[in-house]
């Protein structure tokens, strides 16, 4: 049990498209699910906390415009990169969490690069 | 906010040795504090957590003891084999359940055989 998907697994695009990235509690209900990102050989830094049916909560310096955040339902996220450039490549990892505990389930990650 | 420091950056050990990794946090209101383990590309994947009304907790070959008082929490493996090597992060979580964790940097196990 506690299953987390990510789509894609690995994304390129171009400077300035957008990328949307899904996270999707398998077999649970999902009450918050947080946005990561990780550089190379850097640790996961919190991007954005997002509770169901309600606006994300984004860390200092991550900016809302560029990094929107939807949980519309328990069981799915979805992080769209706007406008990408080739400094927003990088891995992505969703976590998402069942209401009342603390383990987080972590997502397999996606690989965006942008050329 | 909640500030984790994590130490040493890279470890390297001789199979059947121990390995030690500390962390330091900030907040006194943080009382969960998982370990995972995160192979190049992957998703970590949680070894061990604690929560704050515990002093020691054991699985095996890897303990992680608490000290509330000094705000620091250390990671042990004992035994080591090769494939225990990967990078290892510590992190708490400040508050309530559903709150998000913050991560130190990282530590680079390497076993060599």
């Known amino acids: 049990g506690a299953v987390v998907s990510q789509h894609p697994s690995w994304v390129i695009c171009k400077s300035g498209t957008s990328v949307k990235i899904e996270c999707r509690s398998l077999?649970?209900?999902?009450?918050?699910m947080f946005w990561y990102r990780q550089f190379p050989k850097q640790s996961l830094m919190l991007m954005a906390t997002?509770?169901?049916?309600?606006?994300?909560?984004?860390e200092q310096g991550v900016e809302k415009d560029k990094f929107l955040i939807n949980h519309a339902s328990l069981t799915l996220s979805t992080l769209t990169v706007t406008s990408a450039h080739p400094e927003d490549s990088s891995f992505y990892i969703c976590?998402?969490?069942?209401?009342?505990?603390?383990?987080?389930?972590f997502g397999p990650g996606t690989r965006l690069t942008v050329t | 906010g909640e500030n984790v420091e994590q130490h040493p950056s890279t470890l390297s050990v001789q199979e059947g040795d121990s390995a030690v990794i500390k962390c330091t946090y900030s907040?006194?209101?943080?009382?969960?504090f998982p370990w995972y383990k995160q192979e190049l590309g992957k998703r970590p994947q949680l070894i061990i957590d604690?929560?704050?009304?515990?002093g020691e907790k054991k699985d095996q070959r890897i303990a992680v003891t608490l000290n509330k008082t000094a705000k620091h929490f250390s990671l042990h493996i004992t035994e080591t084999q090769p494939e225990d090597s990967a990078v290892y992060f510590c992190?708490?979580?400040?508050?309530?359940?559903?709150?998000?964790?913050?991560f130190g940097k990282g530590t680079t196990l390497s076993v060599s055989s």
């Open positions: 907040d006194s209101a943080s009382n969960y």
């Open positions: 997002s509770n169901e049916g309600s606006k994300a909560t984004y």
């Open positions: 992190a708490a979580s400040s508050g309530q359940a559903g709150t998000a964790l913050i």
């Open positions: 604690i929560r704050s009304n515990v």
């Open positions: 077999d649970f209900q999902a009450t918050t």
């Open positions: 976590s998402a969490l069942a209401g009342g505990f603390y383990e987080q389930y």
